[in-house]
């Protein structure tokens, strides 16, 4: 994922409307942790760290996650 589409997400993140705050902060924070690690870290240690924090993130909020996942596949569908 390169710096635009992160952007991108980010973006989408912060304007969505019936995301709770607390999702929203967790999701910008991980998003966050992505960018700054994706350069430097190796791929299957930032892919692991990314993986165990989406599954954190889906234990504590479910609808948060729902929501999200059917946005990533709204957005897929469009082809972005």
Known sequence: MNTEQLEQLKTLVADAGDLPEAAKTKLLELLAQTEAEAPTA???????????????????????????????????????
């Not at 993986?51 to 990533?72: C, D, I, K, Q, Y």
């Open 42 to 80: 190796e791929p299957g240690q930032a892919q692991g760290q990314w993986l165990s924090s989406v599954e954190e993130l889906e234990a504590a909020h479910p609808e948060a996650t729902g929501f999200m996942n059917r946005l990533a596949t709204t957005l897929a569908n469009m082809g972005i």
